[in-house]
């Protein structure tokens, strides 16, 4: 069940010594008469808005006891001068645990939390770090709204020395109150970081530092002062989005299979007869595989399913060129190269959530290498 609560509501959320200052500066400009030139108070500004859903994970697994999105929300003291702060408690439970359709079900109530909330300034989205760079990504193409969708979550749980689930909630939630994140679409939030949800991935299964966006680099930092912004994500994402789940139940099955040496045809054929309406073969290279993968391939494709090459190598780009191209144009050949598609420079996880969404919405070969292109 979902539950909305509020917490931290602050009427004035600036620090005391701030609002001192404004006092100092009011008796002032009172005494001296705040003419031309003068510095005049600024009208008090209400603090922006900032919903919180929990899914659970590492920042919430307490030994002894989850905490509830609201305890998850007020971990760091003094969050309230940033934001007025409500929350939500989709669910509570490892990453790995979340299922497609629950991938689904919070990307439509994001888009629904926008749409019925026009005042909201943004969204943090709290979560286990395991899959996190799956779910960011789903949500930057699906939740259809300029605000950003900040997702955060921890490497130490809250019974660990060093806990670093305060700092990164406080970071998360200075990011979603930020204008300047308006257009950023879906980013994750750790270490005083900010990824691209188009881009990262979880590079360490231990160190705080695991958030990477490989050779693309971060879109920012989150400074003591300020939210310090470096660049912003070009391809399509979020408000310019086609993809909308409000006209999608379901998800096709995609599966992932490695490239390595020797690799055998069965285990692509297999994934085919058990359902999967496309494979992304994380290749060796700009584009190789091994043992007898490529003859896998070919069955696949003529039964009709969609085959992706992604670079196993974790950067660089995989162009139309580099597949598989014949010279002759006979019907099957065709065929064959409708199936053929290749994942641009996105990650094999990445290229099969896009995929999904892709094959949900068309089974036209040249519609879904655009789509490789254009996100
Ligand atoms: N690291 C796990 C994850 O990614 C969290 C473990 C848990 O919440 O039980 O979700």
Do not use: C
């Not at 009208?43 to 905490?67: D, M, Y």
């Not at 409500?86 to 439509?108: D, H, I, M, R």
């Not at 997702?151 to 130490?156: E, I, K, L, T």
């Not at 139940?249 to 994934?271: C, E, F, K, N």
């Amino acid at each position: 069940m979902l539950s909305t609560r509020r917490v931290g509501i602050s009427r004035d959320p600036r620090p005391t010594a701030r609002r001192g200052g404004v006092f100092v500066a009011l008796v002032a400009a009172a005494v001296l008469g705040a003419g031309p030139g003068r510095v005049r108070p600024a009208a008090a500004q209400p603090s922006p808005r900032v919903h919180v859903v929990a899914t659970g994970g590492t920042i919430s697994n307490r030994e002894g006891g989850r905490l509830s999105a609201a305890e998850v929300a007020s971990l760091a003291p003094g969050i309230e001068r940033y934001a007025q702060l409500s929350t939500e408690q989709f669910s509570n439970t490892a990453s790995g645990a979340l299922t497609v359709a629950q991938y689904l079900a919070l990307a439509k109530r994001l888009n629904a939390l926008y749409r019925d909330d026009p005042g909201l300034a943004g969204i943090v989205v709290a979560m286990g770090t395991d899959t996190m760079e799956e779910l960011a990504w789903f949500l930057h193409l699906t939740v259809r709204d300029p605000r950003p969708v900040v997702v955060v979550g921890s490497m130490r749980n809250p019974s660990q020395v060093g806990f670093e689930g305060p700092a990164n909630i406080l970071a998360a939630v200075r990011v979603a109150a930020d204008p300047a994140a308006r257009g950023v679409g879906t980013v994750v939030v750790l270490n005083d970081e900010i990824h691209s949800a188009r881009e990262v991935a979880k590079t360490d299964a231990r160190r705080l530092q695991t958030f990477r966006a490989g050779e693309y680099g971060v879109l920012g930092v989150v400074d003591p002062d300020r939210v310090v912004w470096v660049r912003r994500p070009i391809q399509r994402h979020s408000a310019t989005s086609e993809f909308d789940v409000e006209r999608i139940d379901s998800l096709p099955r995609v599966d992932i299979l490695l490239t390595y040496q020797g690799a055998p045809a069965d285990l692509i054929t297999a994934a085919a007869s058990a359902g999967a309406s496309g494979i992304v073969v994380a290749v060796a290279g700009a584009g190789a595989m091994s043992g007898t993968q490529a003859a896998g391939v070919r069955e696949v494709r003529d039964r009709g399913v969609f085959v992706v090459t992604a670079t196993r190598t974790g950067s660089g780009r995989i162009s139309a060129g580099t597949a598989d191209r014949t010279a002759t144009t006979d019907a099957a050949t065709e065929r064959r190269r409708a199936h053929t598609l290749v994942a641009e420079d996105h990650a094999p996880l990445k290229a099969r959530l896009l995929l999904m969404l892709g094959l949900a919405t068309t089974r036209e070969g040249h519609e879904l290498q655009r789509m490789f292109r254009e996100y």
